[in-house]
């Protein structure tokens, strides 16, 4: 069974400008949870989505956002880039049935900003 | 704050050694997971401990979850240069939630 796809793979993006990252979970898998990693913060959560909705929200700023479609597949957005927006942004899946989530990662997206 | 710290957080070896790592917390999890991570890579799940004093082994590896379920410990017997990685635990802390330590860089000298 087909992985977590992140596309695209890396992406090079100038302060300002506005980029959209794209995750196609693990097929039945209806949780999609998005992290940023940075060498200095590890994982940070941003997100998670289950059925469409937003469930859980870390803690960045509104310039994040993400949706879910009704196939499961998610988008994440950040609008007006930052040079500390430069991160490894990693998408998760997992079933979301109750307790003891076992997440499964797609390769993630290398975003730069210059 | 860091929900999940683990120590120590750079680690090199020989080929052939013992180590072991480990991954503290305050809080109680229903639920640890471990993970390996390689360079440019997403984390690769290696194992889930559930039951507080719970062992797991994996090949060489051996995952411990204390008996409070506040921390964890991963013990790699004679390491390899293929068990280079940097090693994440995930405490899952409710609602689907998972909190991350900054992982175990590990590094093992052929």
């Known amino acids: 069974k087909a992985g977590v796809t992140q596309t695209p793979r890396y992406l090079i993006k100038t302060r300002g400008q506005q980029v959209t990252l794209s995750c196609s979970p693990i097929s039945g898998h209806r949780s999609v949870s998005w992290y940023q990693q940075t060498p200095g913060q590890g994982l940070q959560f941003l997100f998670e989505y289950f059925s469409e909705t937003q469930r859980n929200k870390g803690n960045f700023p509104g310039r994040f956002s993400g949706r879910q479609f009704s196939n499961s597949r998610s988008e994440m957005n950040v609008s007006t880039l930052e040079l500390g927006d430069s991160a490894l942004y990693l998408c998760a899946s997992s079933l979301a049935g109750g307790q003891n989530t076992e997440a499964f990662f797609g390769q993630g997206t290398r975003l730069t900003v210059v | 704050t860091q929900l999940l710290e683990q120590s120590p957080q750079f680690l090199s070896i020989q080929e052939g050694e013992n180590l072991t790592v480990y991954c503290n917390s305050s809080?109680?999890?229903?639920?640890l997971q471990w993970y390996r991570q390689e360079p440019g890579e997403g984390p690769v799940l290696l194992v889930t401990?559930?039951?507080?004093?719970e062992v797991k082994k994996l090949k060489r590896l051996t995952f411990q979850f204390g008996d409070a379920r506040k921390d964890s410990s991963l013990h790699i017997t004679a390491a390899q240069p293929g068990d280079t990685g940097l090693y994440l635990c995930a405490g899952d802390y409710g609602n689907n939630r998972l909190a991350f330590g900054k992982g175990n860089q590990v590094v093992v000298i052929p």
């Open positions: 401990v559930v039951t507080g004093g």
């Open positions: 809080s109680v999890f229903s639920s």
